[in-house]
C-alpha cells in the first residue's frame, strides 16, 4: 500500500512559501503533475518549478493575487491548456500581517486575513470543482491552523480568518460529497521549517512543554497529512479538520 497520486494534477497555492514548497515537492514524490503558484517570489518558483521536472514530473507556475477571483478563472486556464483539468487543490497561501490586541489591530488586516483565508477557497473552489463533478473525483485540500481552536492573545484576525474557512470547508464538503470529491483541512501546529533549520534554535520551551509529544513538527509531517488527503486512501475521510499538531489541540466530540 503506497500514496500513489500518479497521473493526477496538483495545485498548490503559496507554493513557493516555506511549508508550500516542501507539500508540492511531496506530492510530486507520490506521482502527481504540479501547478505552482506564487505572487513575488519568481525565482523560487522557477527553482522548485525544476525540482519537480527533475522527478520526472510536469510543473507549471501561475502568478496572481490569489484574493482575486479572476486571478483563478486565469490560473484555471493556464493550468488546463499545460496539464489539463486540476484534480487536486491545496489552499495553502495566506497574506502574513503583524499581530497585536484587537484592540490596536488595524482593520485591514482583518479584511486580508479574510480574503486569503475565506475568499481564496471560494473563489478556488469556483474555479476547479465544475471539473471535479465532472469527472466525479476530486480533492480539495485546505491549510488550517492550530490557532483556530487556541484563541490565544494577539491571533484574532488569523483566528476569525481560519475560522470562516473552516465553515466554508464544512459546508462545501456536503454540497459536493455526491460527486465524490472530499473537502478537508489540514491544521498544522508551530512548524519547523527550512528558515529555522538555517537559522539559529529559537526558544520554543514553553510552547513544546504544552504539546504532548513534546516536540514541534516538521514541514515534511505536515505535506506527509496533506498527501495522505490527497489519495485514493483517504477516499472516505471529508468534511474533516486534522490537527498535526503533536496533540496540542484535541477537537472533541
Same mark, same amino acid.
Given at each position: /500500500? &503506497?500514496?500513489?497520486?500518479?497521473? $493526477? ?10 511549508? #508550500? =514548497?516542501? +507539500? ?94 475565506? /475568499? &481564496?477557497?471560494?473563489?478556488?473552489? $469556483? ?10 473525483? #476530486? =480533492?480539495? +485540500? ?112
Amino acid at each position: /500500500m &503506497q500514496l500513489d497520486l500518479s497521473g $493526477k494534477t496538483a495545485l498548490v497555492t503559496g507554493a513557493t512559501g516555506q511549508l #508550500g =514548497r516542501v +507539500i508540492a515537492r511531496t506530492l510530486a514524490a507520490c506521482g502527481a503533475n504540479l501547478a505552482l503558484h506564487y505572487i513575488n517570489n519568481d525565482t523560487k518558483a522557477r527553482e522548485l518549478q525544476g525540482e519537480i521536472e527533475a522527478l520526472g514530473r510536469q510543473a507549471v507556475i501561475v502568478q496572481g493575487d490569489i484574493t482575486k477571483q479572476d486571478t483563478a478563472f486565469r490560473m484555471r486556464d493556464e493550468i488546463q491548456s499545460v496539464l489539463g483539468g486540476v484534480d487536486i487543490v491545496v489552499a495553502n497561501a495566506v497574506i502574513q500581517y503583524e499581530w497585536t490586541t484587537v484592540l490596536e489591530q488595524s482593520p485591514e488586516d482583518y479584511l486580508s486575513q479574510f480574503e486569503s483565508c475565506v /475568499m &481564496q477557497s471560494v473563489y478556488l473552489a $469556483k474555479a476547479f470543482i465544475p471539473h471535479m463533478q465532472n469527472i466525479r473525483a #476530486g =480533492r480539495f +485540500i485546505g491549510i488550517n491552523t492550530e490557532c483556530a481552536m487556541q484563541n490565544f492573545a494577539h491571533q484574532s484576525a488569523y483566528t476569525a480568518g481560519k475560522r470562516g474557512m473552516d465553515g466554508v470547508y464544512r459546508v462545501l464538503a456536503k454540497e459536493v460529497g455526491e460527486y465524490q470529491i472530499t473537502v478537508n483541512q489540514v491544521a498544522p501546529g508551530w512548524t519547523i521549517s527550512e528558515r529555522d533549520r538555517s537559522s539559529e534554535p529559537g526558544h520554543d520551551e514553553a510552547y513544546t512543554r504544552t504539546v504532548p509529544l513534546k516536540r514541534r513538527g516538521e514541514d515534511q509531517e505536515i505535506a506527509n497529512a496533506v498527501a495522505f488527503l490527497a489519495s485514493d486512501l483517504s477516499s472516505f475521510i471529508t468534511g474533516a479538520y486534522i490537527p498535526v499538531s503533536g496533540g496540542n489541540v484535541m477537537p472533541a466530540i
